[in-house]
């Protein structure tokens, strides 16, 4: 198991959801996002891993999966997803941090990264994280938030902004809260045995004036036309990557779903109330249909 924790961005308590999607006015960028997703996810599968799923507000769009794994490191998102979602088996509620996933290597056939790697610090363990929990073959959407972006070069090009967009390290741009540089991340990729096989650019008239005086409808179906040009160049504020995990895996031990995160154990013993790992002795409570694996 990892020794290395890097700080977690908290959403304990926050009120995302309702205060930047559903009152925050971006009805644009969420409609465009659901055009990505329809482009690049698979029509359906067995068990997908969401990871930093928030409040769920992209869970519904995974609808052809039997089984959703919604990880996030907040418990208050994961009761918010519940209660809009429900309680039903179809959902698994998982509080755990991306960088020490309490899984057994090779248990998902896909996995999504929506608005979550903007948080890490160290996005390369994190990628390696994944890769490890997904079986060869199945499919990554990961979206990033993307530094070579047209309006980061034009304020660079006027001296109004001092970081270069076209240098490959990261950019915090507030406190947890990362820019990438699209070459990086195809690299970080490859280096943990994804192939990508396409890449969408998303949100290009992420502007306000824009968004006030050019109606939704030919803001979404511009920005549909524009994403298609993803594979060629990157300069949106929001990238789609589709990758697929290739090379040397494991499927997953018959039966087994839960890793200790503490010491790497597996199979997990699940009682009503908890799941016990019977090597390093840690006890990760089972609460209101969440199982918590932080701590
Ligand atoms: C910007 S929200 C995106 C939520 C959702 N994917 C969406 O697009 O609506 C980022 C989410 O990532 C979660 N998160 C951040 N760092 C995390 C970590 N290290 N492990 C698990 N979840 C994390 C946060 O708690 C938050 O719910």
Redesign the pocket.
């Known amino acids: 198991m990892t020794e290395e924790r890097p700080p977690?961005?908290s959403?304990e308590g926050s009120d995302?959801q309702t205060s930047f999607w559903d009152q925050g006015g971006r009805a644009y960028e969420d409609r465009v996002e659901v055009i990505a997703l329809e482009r690049l996810m698979p029509a359906g599968g067995s068990l997908l891993l969401e990871l930093?799923?928030?409040a769920g507000?992209?869970t519904p769009r995974y609808q052809g999966f039997e089984r959703i794994v919604l990880?996030?490191?907040?418990r208050t998102?994961l009761c918010q997803a519940r209660d809009r979602l429900g309680d039903t088996p179809k959902y698994i509620y998982v509080a755990?941090?991306?960088?020490r996933l309490p899984f057994v290597p090779g248990l998902f056939d896909a996995a999504t990264m929506?608005?979550?790697l903007h948080?890490m610090a160290n996005p390369e363990l994190a990628l390696r994280q994944v890769r490890q929990t997904l079986q060869p073959g199945a499919t990554f959407i990961l979206e990033f938030a993307n530094k070579h972006n047209i309006k980061a070069i034009v304020r660079y090009a006027l001296r109004r902004q001092e970081w270069s967009p076209f240098s490959q390290e990261p950019v915090e741009f507030a406190e947890l809260n990362f820019d990438f540089h699209p070459k990086a991340i195809r690299r970080w990729l490859g280096d943990n045995r994804f192939q990508i096989e396409r890449q969408l650019t998303v949100s290009h008239f992420r502007i306000e004036w824009f968004k006030r005086h050019i109606p939704l409808e030919w803001l979404v179906r511009m920005d549909s036309l524009a994403q298609q040009t993803g594979n060629l160049w990157q300069l949106a504020p929001s990238v789609f990557v589709k990758a697929i995990a290739v090379g040397e895996g494991v499927t997953a031990l018959e039966g087994a779903f839960f890793r200790c995160p503490e010491c790497g154990h597996y199979p997990l013993q699940e009682a009503p109330a908890e799941v016990v790992c019977s090597s390093c002795g840690r006890i990760w409570p089972y609460q209101d249909g969440i199982y918590d694996f932080r701590g």
Do not use: F, K, M, P
């Not at 990880?71 to 907040?74: E, G, P, T, V």
């Not at 755990?96 to 960088?99: L, N, S, T």
């Open positions: 977690v961005c959403y995302y930093g799923a928030g507000r992209n990880l996030d490191y907040s998102q755990a941090d991306i960088y929506i608005r979550t948080h």
